[in-house]
Nanobody, 126 residues
Framework: QVQLVESGGGLVQAGGSLRLSCAAS????????IGWFRQAPGKERAFVSA????????YYAASVKGRFTISRDNAKNTVYLQMNSLKPEDTAVYYC???????????????????WGQGTQVTVSS
C-alpha cells in the first residue's frame, strides 16, 4: 500500500512559480507511476502530468506543457511538480496519485490510479 501527502501549495501572483511535492510512504513506491491531477471550483478533476516509475517517461496536459515539469526522486520517495509561469486558470486543488499501470495511454485515466493524496491548494492571483 502507498500513502501520499502533497505539500507546497499556496498563493502566488500570475507569472510566479511554485513547486509541489508528493511524499510517499511504502517500500514499493518505485514500482508506481505517479500522476498529478487538479480540480478547480465547479469543475471536474483533470489530468495535469504523470511520470513513469523510473522517471524515464513523462506526460503533460496540453494546458501545462512547457510551463510545468514533473520529476521524481525514488531514494526520497518523492515526486515533484515544478510550476512556472502560473496563470489564474491554474488555480485548483492539486492531487497526486499512484498507479501500477504504465504507458501514456493510461497516464491520464483517473480510474487507473489506486492511491490518492488529500490535495494541496494552489491559488494564482491576477
Amino acid at each position: 500500500q502507498v500513502q501520499l501527502v502533497e505539500s507546497g501549495g499556496g498563493l502566488v501572483q500570475a507569472g510566479g512559480s511554485l513547486r509541489l511535492s508528493c511524499a510517499a510512504s511504502g517500500r514499493t513506491f518505485s514500482r508506481y507511476a505517479i500522476g498529478w491531477f487538479r480540480q478547480a471550483p465547479g469543475k471536474e478533476r483533470a489530468f495535469v502530468s504523470a511520470i513513469s516509475w523510473s522517471g524515464g517517461s513523462t506526460y503533460y496536459a496540453a494546458s501545462v506543457k512547457g510551463r510545468f515539469t514533473i520529476s521524481r526522486d525514488n531514494a526520497k520517495n518523492t515526486v515533484y511538480l515544478q510550476m512556472n509561469s502560473l496563470k489564474p486558470e491554474d488555480t485548483a486543488v492539486y492531487y497526486c496519485a499512484a498507479t501500477p499501470w504504465a504507458g501514456g495511454e493510461v497516464a491520464g485515466l483517473q480510474t487507473k490510479y489506486d492511491y490518492w493524496g488529500q490535495g494541496t491548494q494552489v491559488t494564482v492571483s491576477s
